[in-house]
């Protein structure tokens, strides 16, 4: 969605007028591509509302009910970081399925990925002790990744190798993650010195931190170094993106010199990472606004955003990404191209396990009381994201937003049911409607007598047939 | 006498487009009316107002003298007018007569016990079409299964179905575009019989050698307007193209004399076999050499297709060897081979040699998207990628609203012409004398489907790769196409090569005898090759 100059509110007739500004917005709104979307939720939310009125029986059980989603998942103690927690294995699922999808694969196996991934995880979590964050929370977190990646890889390699397709084998590769988790939670797996039937707990090095726990934790000084190297990471990579910018936009002030060393680079992230690796635990120390103990949003939820931003990189600027859309959106003629159709399968769906099976790590690590993985661990998750992935068209900053959106209904649902009693499954309703005017944009054009748009979008095959790759 | 149809001043205007600028058209009954245009001159646009696809913004619509409003294709049909789309509206599953009966098996007379719901007339269908096949020489069985059916028969069935609809006024949109030049001939003999019979048709095309063959009246539309309307007595090939592309064109391609030096591409003995596992490429053996064209000349289905994969790695190799630049390729991937020289424009641009859904822009790197200037590590370097696109589009004038445009959008002429300024561009970047690197050129059917500008284009484009140095495969079922480039022919019959003939002296004659199978025997008998070999 790009806001073209025409679209920016003529200035020519003297003072900008607010109906002018209204216009210009409107006009902006109905071109971007957040436009159907935002059509598709507005008009689940009003039919839903009235499938509560005609349900109810009055009008008032209808903006009840409302109320009470939209305080339970903004505005109640923790509303907003429990619809956040809920948000981050949305974000990494819908990424995975996204992925998944441009590839032309149909990743149904998200949350049988989400089991291994929280399973490897914590044997790796647990497995080791005493090891500092800086190695042992990067471990755990390929751990979980590689987990997915594997277990996805199975399907993959069956479709490459037989033809086998992955909508078929992914669901069957689901339920025997299910069994094979509770086998290993119950039996090989199981915590000899608990009550309860679950794995040992994770090492307090590879827990994802919860946002109260921060200044604590920085105190370790080998944890400030984790969010030093952290921090120059991020720096490097600003650097490497915004001095060829500056380059052309500056030119002979030096910046295009600066763009091709390596060292200049490095500095700065060299700098940035030791001024946070020296400050941050002074300054968190002194004023700190996350302070309730209760409150279970943690730092996965940046390593969500960062897979966000990886997977649109990944997907529209680099070379694999290229390979992946291409095969996904016309085998033959990828072929043609000269590219290896099964190399890309088993890519993309390690790829999307991966992301899968980070959600997993994330829900172990991050949110789980006992930080171990108990045997009754469902999600359902997994299921609501390929809604997700499809609401934002599998872009992943669209990703952001719905998952929010998903994460909010579920965290809201209880207040609204305590608030009106309707029942909190309303929201299944919701997120079956949305999915379905997002599914089917006709509907939603004719409802509001929309011209259908001229040009072709790139579009992305659901899943092809069943014949193989053909 | 009054005109079976009559359209005045039709008038119709799309969101930036005047489609149809006050058209006047006029079918007699009992014409051939042939309409000739270039893609988007508005005959399409036309033909869905007169089939009540579209409403016309102004103008009037005459039906045998009398005012008509045409509201919807139903209306259409009520009224006699029948279509045969480009693109087949058929259910492979379905029979014949079932096909032929969709949609007008609720027709069932009022008196019948259970109304819509009584069985249906299967019997009586079956027997209208044979009668209707009968009388106007369409062979068509009621009860052979769609899927079944060449795409010959298929549009015959298309016909039948307008037939079956009591339609007097048929409009055919490019019937020829899907056919072989044998199944065109065909569908010829087929419209010259409905003529007679008194049938009007519509005759949408953009080949001239068809109008000539077949039309009783010429009309030729440019961008939205009727440019005119002639015999085909006063009409000639040049003066047609001229009214159609609005200049003057060459439809001789004016080339050098050939200069070809030492072989690039040499192909022995090859066989390949098809999906169904039939051997359809059968021991074939050639040398292409550079600045030369080869043409393989024959009727398609020919083993032209997979001879084309297997050349290109698409396609294993049975048997034999491919030998590009002195290296053996014949098991090579598809991309060792382009990176060996080979440029492919491949027979179905739309399944291989393009993805629709990506920008004009990555269609053009589509190949070399991971080299080097295009590609520094995994990322991709938009900048420099954007600039050859940009040059691309304006050195091969591809029409296009900005290399962001999704090639989808794109015009057919206009999509392959991205192809072919991807693949040609590429292919003269490399030298000859450089180890191991040789442009070789594989062009299959490249002008299949476009129209008269866009094949001049890309003719010349195919010489100008010859001039310099390259070695170019010209397969294709246009027999004019092959006379007016090759510099020698191979004729492809049922997997063999019959015969390779310099093209200077090849006569059609002699062609179409090869094409067909025959080979002049020394004795002066003529032998069908197929019965003499195994």
């Not at chain 1, 994460?407 to 049911?417: H, K, Y």
């Not at chain 2, 055919?172 to 044998?182: F, I, K, S, W």
């Not at chain 2, 009727?226 to 006063?234: H, K, R, T």
């Not at chain 2, 690197?437 to 010349?460: C, K, M, N, W, Y």
Request: glycine fraction near 10%.
């Amino acid at each position: 969605m790009s806001v073209t100059s025409e679209s920016l509110p003529a200035s020519s007739g003297g003072s900008p007028s607010r109906a002018n500004l209204w216009r210009a917005l409107g006009a902006w709104l109905t071109r971007s591509s957040v436009y159907m979307p935002l059509l598709a939720i507005g008009t689940a939310f009003v039919l839903g509302g009235v499938v509560i009125w005609v349900t109810s029986g009055s009008l008032d059980t209808v903006f009840l009910a409302y109320e009470g989603l939209l305080r339970g998942a903004l505005f109640k103690s923790r509303g907003l970081s429990e619809s956040l927690v809920a948000t981050i294995p949305y974000i990494m699922l819908s990424l995975g399925i996204a992925v998944g999808f441009k590839a032309g694969l149909f990743n149904i196996g998200v949350e049988g990925q989400f089991y291994i991934g929280a399973i490897t995880a914590t044997w790796m979590g647990a497995s080791l002790q005493g090891v500092p964050a800086v190695i042992h929370l990067p471990l755990t977190i390929l751990a979980g990744a590689a987990g997915g990646a594997l277990w996805a890889a199975i399907p993959a390699f069956l479709k490459a190798r037989t033809g086998a397709h992955e909508v078929i084998t992914t669901i069957m590769m689901n339920y025997i993650a299910f069994r094979l988790t509770e086998f290993l939670i119950s039996g090989p797996f199981r915590d000899p010195n608990a009550a309860a039937v679950q794995t040992p707990r994770v090492a307090p090095n590879a827990e994802l931190w919860s946002f109260h726990a921060i200044p604590d934790r920085l105190q370790d000084p080998l944890n400030a170094l984790l969010v030093g190297v952290v921090f120059a990471g991020l720096a490097f990579v600003v650097a490497r993106w915004a001095l060829p910018r500056l380059a052309r936009r500056y030119p002979g002030m030096g910046w295009a010199g600066a763009a091709q060393t390596l060292g200049a680079k490095a500095g700065f992230a060299f700098a940035v990472g030791a001024l946070a690796f020296v400050l941050l635990p002074a300054l968190t120390r002194l004023a700190w606004p996350f302070t309730d103990p209760y409150d279970r949003l943690h730092i996965g939820l940046f390593v969500a955003l960062a897979a966000a931003v990886m997977v649109w990189w990944l997907l529209w600027k680099t070379t694999v990404g290229f390979e992946l859309r291409m095969v996904g959106a016309n085998p033959s003629a990828a072929r043609y191209a000269g590219v290896s159709i099964t190399r890309n399968i088993l890519l993309g769906m390690s790829i999307s396990g991966a992301l899968a099976g980070m959600a997993g790590m994330m829900e172990v690590l991050g949110v789980s009381i006992c930080r171990c993985l108990p045997l009754f661990f469902s999600s359902g998750y997994g299921f609501d994201a390929i809604a997700i992935s499809l609401l934002a068209k599998n872009n992943p900053f669209g990703i952001l937003l719905s998952s929010f959106l998903f994460g909010a209904m579920r965290n809201g649902a209880d207040l609204m049911e305590l608030n009106s009693g309707v029942s909190k499954y309303i929201i299944s309703l919701l997120q079956a409607l949305v999915l379905l005017f997002v599914a089917a944009p006709p509907i939603v054009r004719w409802l509001y007598r929309l011209r259908a748009p001229a040009g072709r979008e790139e579009s992305t095959a659901v899943t092809r047939g069943w014949g193989g790759q053909a | 006498m009054t005109p079976a149809l009559q359209a005045i001043g039709i008038t119709k205007r799309f969101p930036g487009v005047l489609a149809n600028d006050h058209v006047n058209f006029e079918l007699e009954r009992g014409q051939i009316h042939a309409l000739l245009g270039e893609n988007g001159a508005g005959k399409s646009t036309l033909m869905n107002i007169l089939y009540g696809l579209y409403q016309p913004d102004a103008g009037e619509i005459r039906i045998n003298g009398q005012t008509v409003t045409i509201a919807s294709p139903h209306d259409a049909i009520a009224r006699g007018i029948g279509m045969v789309h480009q693109h087949f509206m058929l259910v492979p599953p379905l029979t014949v007569a079932e096909n032929i009966i969709l949609g007008q098996e609720l027709n069932v007379p009022a008196t019948r016990p259970l109304g819509p719901l009584a069985v249906l007339h299967r019997r009586e269908a079956s027997r209208r079409i044979r009668e209707l096949s009968h009388q106007y020489g369409l062979d068509v069985d009621p009860d052979a299964y769609v899927r079944d059916l060449p795409v010959g028969a298929q549009q015959r069935v298309e016909i039948v179905k307008a037939l079956y609809r009591s339609a007097d006024i048929l409009i055919l949109d490019e019937p020829t575009a899907v056919l072989t030049p044998q199944e065109a001939d065909e569908l010829f003999v087929i419209m010259r019989g409905l003529a007679q019979q008194g049938k009007s048709i519509v005759f949408i095309t953009h080949k001239l050698r068809e109008v000539f063959a077949v039309a009783d009246r010429i009309s030729v539309m440019r961008a939205g307007q009727m440019v005119g309307s002639l015999s085909p007595a006063e009409a000639t090939r040049e003066k047609l193209a001229e009214m159609m592309v609005g200049r003057k064109v060459i439809l001789a391609i004016d080339k050098e004399w050939a200069h070809p030096a030492q072989p690039l591409l040499q192909v022995e003995n090859l066989r390949v076999m098809d999906d169904r596992q039939h051997m359809s490429v059968d021991g074939v053996s050639f040398d292409v050499r550079a600045g030369e064209i080869l043409g393989i000349a024959g009727v398609q289905g020919n083993g032209q297709t997979e001879l084309a994969e297997a050349l290109t790695g698409l396609r294993k190799a049975v048997a034999g060897r491919i030998h590009m630049a002195g290296h053996d390729m014949t098991h090579a991937h598809t991309r060792q081979m382009i990176e060996a020289g080979l440029a492919h424009v491949p027979e179905d641009r739309q399944k291989h040699g393009l993805v629709l859904s990506f920008s004009v822009r990555d269609n053009i790197v589509l190949c070399q998207y991971y080299q080097a200037p295009y590609a520094r590590g995994v990322e991709l370097q938009f900048p420099v990628i954007e600039d050859y696109a940009a040059r691309l589009v304006h050195l091969f004038d591809v029409r296009t609203p900005g290399i962001l445009t999704a090639v989808g959008s794109l015009s057919g002429g206009n999509q392959q012409k991205v192809i072919v300024a991807r693949e040609l561009t590429r292919l003269l970047s490399h030298h000859p004398e450089q180890d191991g690197v040789a442009p070789i050129l594989i062009a299959s059917q490249p002008t299949r489907g476009l129209d008269v500008g866009s094949i001049e284009f890309i003719h010349r484009q195919l010489v100008r790769a010859r001039d310099q140095g390259a070695a170019v495969l010209l397969i294709s079922a246009e027999l004019d196409e092959i006379m007016t480039l090759s510099d020698r022919i191979a004729v492809m019959y049922k997997g063999h090569i019959l015969a390779t003939l310099d093209a200077a002296t090849a006569t059609r004659e002699q062609l179409g005898l090869l094409m067909a199978g025959i080979v002049h025997g020394e004795d002066g008998a003529d032998h069908n090759r197929s019965s003499i070999h195994p």
